[in-house]
């Protein structure tokens, strides 16, 4: 969907856009984990943007990695999400600005959702290769 260089480029350095990509996931979705789930404090349609380009080129990446391997995308992209979003938690653990983002079902579904979108992209990516 990038391209053909982009691909070729992604396949001469495998393990520098694996680290990459498993990088952009963890900070990206930690970064944007308030900000980018509709009805909560903190909601903006441009974080959801910008949020949802970082993941687009994050499957045109695996698209470059993984050929047909569907599966093992959303299983990377569920863990990493996952990691992530945690790693928010974390830091800011206590923060009263959280209260509404420790909701049982925004913490399973925010990593599934991303998962889920990273693995859309890449089937759409993969099939206009």
């Given amino acids: 969907m990038l391209g053909g260089n982009f691909y070729e480029q992604v396949q001469m350095k495998r393990l520098f ?8 996931i ?16 903190g909601f903006g349609w441009f974080f959801l943007f910008i949020a949802l380009i970082f993941y687009f080129v994050i499957a ?21 999400s996952t990691l992530g979003m945690e790693w928010r938690l974390w830091l ?28 859309l992209m890449y089937q759409f990516s993969s099939k206009l290769r």
């Fill in 17 to 24: 856009s694996l680290i990459i990509s498993i990088i952009a």
């Fill in 26 to 41: 963890v900070f990206i979705t930690g970064i944007t984990f308030t900000f980018v789930i509709p009805g909560l404090k």
């Fill in 60 to 80: 045109n990446i695996f698209v470059g990695l993984f050929k047909d391997r569907l599966l093992l995308v959303f299983i990377v992209s569920l863990v990493f």
């Fill in 92 to 119: 800011e653990w206590g923060e009263f600005s959280l209260v509404e983002h420790m909701n049982p079902v925004v913490l399973v579904g925010y990593p599934c959702i991303i998962a889920f979108v990273i693995s």
